[in-house]
């Protein structure tokens, strides 16, 4: 099993900056892949951007060059910083780890966090 907790979100003007991040406990060694998705109010959730335990980074086109994914392994913790922030961009930020097949096909979700942009 493994538990996740999203931190950072918050209110934020336009063209500012936030740093999201997402704290991991449990089986952290069955983690291949950790995301970052958000939902907006009446859209479907959608992939923000994601980073494997290889490193290898993909981003959603609405936010190449203004978001940034990253992952501390020491501190089992992954961040998103998020620039150029955009009223379009307001959302709950969900966390999300997929294990390696061998470990199970159910991926782990976090709680998730508000981020609000004002115009």
């Known amino acids: 099993q493994v538990q996740l907790m999203e931190s950072g979100g918050g209110l934020v003007q336009a063209g500012g900056s936030l740093r999201l991040s997402c704290a991991a406990r449990g089986s952290i060694f069955s983690i291949k892949i950790m995301a970052w998705y958000r939902q907006a109010p009446g859209k479907q959730r959608e992939l923000v951007a994601s980073?494997?335990?290889?490193?290898?980074?993909n981003y959603a086109d609405s936010v190449k060059d203004r978001f940034i994914i990253s992952r501390d392994k020491d501190k089992n913790t992954m961040y998103l910083q998020m620039n150029s922030l955009k009223p379009e961009d307001t959302a709950l930020y969900y966390c999300?780890?997929?294990?390696?097949?061998?470990?199970?096909?159910?991926?782990?979700w976090g709680q998730g966090t508000q981020v609000t942009v004002s115009s």
């Open positions: 999300n780890a997929k294990p390696y097949k061998v470990f199970g096909t159910n991926d782990y």
């Open positions: 980073i494997t335990e290889g490193g290898t980074l």
